[in-house]
């Protein structure tokens, strides 16, 4: 009698990031008076995962718990104009406080002979989330659309399957899901 194949791989780490955006007067097109003066900021954050991979014969299981963060980009907090290529105007909240993730994630894959079946599901929870949203202002005509911040979660899954023969013949198909809300239950823009 043959014995399965069986194995695993534990993995787990930790990051510290530091991110220091400073920005400048630029004559009259931000004095200190605009509606995003010039600012100097500092973002910090500590982040870790933790991960585990097993093997059962034919059947590959992953499960995954990892943080993660973002701080602004700089058009996110100190855009205050007309975006390049488009008719809107983005104005940036430079007082945003840094998007924290928490993200949970399981996945299998099975393997035999031609046939490879796939899936895994996902949570990811925001606190801070950035975002564009749109609103009914105006400035000179240009629709203005603002950067801001809610708590969110992202969910859902994915599935598939492959057919392969002889490596001359393969077909797959996937399906995914993705359900984005804020807290309030309303969708993300």
């Known amino acids: 009698q043959q014995s399965g194949k069986f194995g695993g791989n534990f ?11 400073n920005t400048h007067q630029t ?9 995003v003066p010039p600012f100097n900021r500092g973002f910090n954050n500590l982040n870790g995962s933790i991960g585990e991979s ?12 990892s943080s993660g963060f973002r701080s602004g980009n700089l058009a996110e907090l100190a855009a205050n104009g007309l975006h390049e290529g488009t008719p809107y105007w ?3 909240n430079p007082r945003m406080k840094v998007e924290q993730c928490l993200n949970a994630d399981v996945s299998a894959s099975w393997q035999h002979k031609w046939l490879t079946l796939r899936g895994s ?4 929870r925001f606190h801070n989330f950035i975002y564009l949203r749109p609103t009914d202002e105006e400035y000179f005509g240009f629709p203005i659309s603002r950067y801001e911040q ?11 399957a492959s057919f392969e023969k002889n490596e001359r013949f393969s077909f797959s198909f996937d399906y995914s899901y993705l359900d984005a809300k804020r807290d309030d239950g309303s969708w993300l823009p």
């Open 54 to 65: 097993l093997i059962f014969n034919n059947l590959l299981v992953k499960f995954d718990l």
């Open 121 to 124: 599901v996902f949570r990811n």
């Open 150 to 160: 809610t708590n969110a979660s992202f969910q859902g899954f994915e599935a598939g």
């Open 90 to 92: 983005y104005i940036g």
């Open 11 to 21: 993995e787990a780490g930790l990051r510290y990031d530091h991110r220091q955006v």
């Open 27 to 35: 004559g009259s097109l931000n004095p200190p008076t605009s509606e």
